[in-house]
């Protein structure tokens, strides 16, 4: 049996010439054809199984509940080239801070009871 190229022809989908293919029984060739379409089947079966593995809710219509948590969320970049901040020599702005407050010591109470209580 002589072996084609790889690239002979890609009309012929098998790795032998055709004249190998017309001494093979008519058996053989219909088991040979069932494989094919078996095959072409799976494939096609991989690449819609590996489509799906890659869809998460910003490549899809669904929610982002149904994201994996174990992935890291994408990072996004930035469109533009500036630094965050504001610009070298704006004066900013700052909350101001408030005058300290003074704690109380709360002490226990007798009540008429007997039983000692915290004042509110």
Same mark, same amino acid.
């Given at each position: 049996?002589?072996?084609?190229?790889e690239?002979?022809?890609?009309?012929?989908p098998?790795?032998?010439?055709?004249?190998?293919?017309?001494?093979?029984p008519?058996?053989?060739?219909?088991?040979?054809?069932?494989?094919?379409?078996?095959?072409?089947?799976?494939?096609?079966?991989?690449?819609a199984?590996?489509?799906?593995l890659?869809q998460?809710? #910003? %490549?899809? *219509?669904? @929610?982002?509940?149904?994201d994996? /948590?174990?992935?890291?969320? !994408?990072?996004?970049t930035?469109a533009?080239?500036?630094?965050?901040?504001?610009?070298?020599g704006?004066?900013?702005?700052?909350?101001?801070?408030?005058?300290? #407050? %003074?704690v *109380?010591? @709360?002490?226990?109470?007798?009540? /008429?009871?007997?039983?000692? !209580?915290?004042?509110?």
């Amino acid at each position: 049996m002589e072996l084609l190229p790889e690239s002979a022809n890609p009309d012929w989908p098998f790795p032998f010439v055709p004249q190998d293919w017309e001494h093979t029984p008519a058996a053989v060739q219909a088991y040979v054809h069932t494989l094919q379409d078996a095959l072409t089947q799976l494939r096609e079966r991989a690449e819609a199984l590996e489509a799906r593995l890659t869809q998460n809710s #910003t %490549t899809s *219509h669904r @929610l982002p509940s149904s994201d994996s /948590p174990y992935k890291k969320p !994408r990072q996004r970049t930035t469109a533009t080239p500036r630094k965050a901040g504001g610009k070298p020599g704006h004066p900013g702005h700052h909350q101001a801070l408030l005058p300290p #407050t %003074t704690v *109380h010591e @709360l002490r226990p109470e007798r009540c /008429p009871c007997g039983a000692t !209580r915290r004042l509110p």
